[in-house]
């Protein structure tokens, strides 16, 4: 399995709040996601990084912020939560996913709720 | 702009029957990986298979197939003797060359479910 720790598991927090999740990898992989999952919608992507400090938008980015200062670490910040965030996010890993040929390997996922 | 289309919600089986999940993808781009991934009950997310654009031979892994047709852009995923262990959400993705670094396009994915 693909070293990548996600934290918190679960967290409820109340709308308005400041909220940031975070994806821990091992494997020294380049690029990173977040992806949210909704039912109806399946995965949509959040936001990436191609490398330290680089990153950008996905499809659903309002309302989040990234950042990225080590290679291992991806951070995703939700600045003042809604109830339109309660959703389960999952961080992904690729090694070289500009060739398109590597797939994406997924942490266990957070459940938010926003209440 | 590319998608991916996975038109079945759920599918409901007895065990030991074949089922066929299908995909069916859009994209303007000559070159491009789809890839099959399964989310059990328990919520992670697994990798099963990749393809690419060019190569249209179909794939055998134990009971999993998978028929990639370029002529009807469709990807389809194919059980057969089914087990309850499979059981699950299946989700059909795409990426394409030089496109691949802003992540899959995902299908809504087909919840399976195989009943004893």
């Known amino acids: 399995d693909a070293g990548i720790t996600q934290s918190p598991r679960h967290k409820v927090t109340e709308t308005g709040t400041p909220v940031t999740l975070r994806c821990h990898q091992t494997e020294n992989h380049r690029y990173m996601y977040w992806y949210r999952q909704d039912p109806g919608h399946g995965l949509r992507l959040i936001h990436y990084?191609?490398?330290?400090?680089?990153?950008d938008k996905g499809e659903v980015s309002d309302g989040y912020s990234v950042s990225r200062s080590k290679t291992e670490d991806f951070l995703l910040t939700l600045e003042s939560a809604t109830s339109s965030q309660t959703s389960v996010y999952f961080c992904a890993i690729s090694e070289s996913p500009d060739r398109g040929n590597s797939p994406l390997h997924f942490g266990n996922g957070t459940r938010l709720t926003v209440t | 702009a590319q998608k991916v289309t996975q038109a079945q919600t759920e599918i409901s089986v007895v065990e030991k029957e074949d089922v066929t999940l299908d995909c069916v993808y859009e994209?303007?781009?000559?070159?491009?990986?789809l890839f099959w991934y399964k989310q059990p009950p328990s919520g992670e997310l697994v990798f099963l298979i990749r393809r690419n654009s060019f190569d249209e031979q179909n794939e055998i892994s134990g009971r999993y197939s998978w028929n990639f047709q370029k002529s009807t852009s469709s990807f389809n995923f194919t059980i057969t003797a089914s087990q309850v262990v499979d059981s699950a959400v299946y989700f059909c993705?795409?990426?394409?060359?030089?496109?691949?670094?802003?992540?899959?396009?995902f299908g809504k994915g087909t919840h399976l479910i195989i009943q004893p």
């Open positions: 993705a795409l990426t394409t060359l030089g496109g691949g670094a802003d992540g899959l396009t």
């Open positions: 994209t303007r781009d000559t070159t491009y990986y």
């Open positions: 990084s191609y490398g330290v400090k680089d990153t």
